[in-house]
């Protein structure tokens, strides 16, 4: 009967502790990025949105309905960029999941 050699615990640990690493990095990298698209986006439209408030300041200080429109709008623009931050990261978190099973696919094969 053969002995299979035994493989040290350090070095079992320091396996396990790698793929660990690995699996937790890809998507934290995702999320981070999708988060700094989200800043992005969140700046321009903050800034389009103050160009059109001051643009049309007089408009919106004579007529009420128009400075709530704009309050709504800003609302419903923050809501958007939020709703496509939220559906972009589950997005590129499913792709990524999807790759890396496909590469251990072709690994074990």
């Known amino acids: 009967m053969e002995e299979t050699p035994q493989r040290p615990l350090g070095e079992i640990l320091r ?3 790698r793929e660990l690493i690995l699996d937790v ?3 934290t990298r995702v ?3 999708s988060f700094l698209v989200f ?3 969140l700046l321009a439209d903050e800034a389009i949105l103050l160009i059109i408030k001051w643009l049309i300041r007089d408009l919106a200080s004579r007529n009420q309905m128009i400075g709530t429109l704009l309050e709504g709008i800003e609302i ?3 809501l958007g960029v ?3 931050f939220v559906i972009s990261t589950i997005a590129s978190l499913r792709l990524q999941w999807q790759v890396t099973k496909r590469i251990e696919e072709a ?3």
């Open 31 to 33: 999320i981070v990025a």
């Open 39 to 41: 800043v992005v986006f």
């Open 76 to 78: 419903f623009s923050f």
């Open 107 to 109: 690994l074990e094969e």
């Open 15 to 17: 396996e396990n502790l």
């Open 82 to 84: 939020a709703v496509y």
């Open 25 to 27: 990095i890809v998507p």
